[in-house]
């Protein structure tokens, strides 16, 4: 049974620092792409940072390059997502989820389909 669990959230100054992690339950990364997607209130949800579990390739939403760095542990059963410099912008609920088969171009939340439980991100300015 496939599960991801996603924890690190809270609150944040402006500036700030803070690390998500997503574990999974069942199996491990490898031959999945893994992502951390987030919905702000009002918004749709977006992609944020994906990973290959393979190959280790990553994708960045325009936004958040050079601020965030996604990343895979050697077990490969968690991938973390370093966020620095956060904005009030980047408030929002994060999900992780996870999808077979190989990282695509873009980090689109419908070609995922293992989804782990939100984790909010408050940035307060």
């Known amino acids: 049974d496939v599960q991801l669990q996603a924890s690190g959230g809270g609150l944040v100054q402006a500036g700030g620092s803070m690390r998500l992690s997503c574990v999974a339950s069942?199996?491990?990364?490898?031959?999945?792409?893994i992502g951390w997607f987030r919905q702000a209130p009002g918004k749709e949800r977006e992609g944020v940072s994906c990973?290959?579990?393979?190959?280790?390739?990553?994708y960045y939403q325009d936004s958040v390059k050079g601020r965030f760095t996604i990343s895979e542990d050697n077990a490969k059963t968690t991938v973390y997502l370093q966020m620095n410099s956060l904005e009030s912008e980047d408030t929002a609920v994060y999900y992780c989820?996870?999808?077979?088969?190989?990282?695509?171009?873009?980090?689109?939340?419908?070609?995922?389909?293992?989804w782990g439980q939100g984790t909010l991100v408050t940035v307060s300015s």
């Open positions: 990973i290959s579990g393979s190959d280790l390739m990553t």
């Open positions: 069942g199996f491990t990364f490898d031959g999945y792409a």
């Open positions: 989820a996870a999808k077979l088969g190989p990282l695509l171009r873009k980090c689109s939340p419908g070609a995922y389909n293992y």
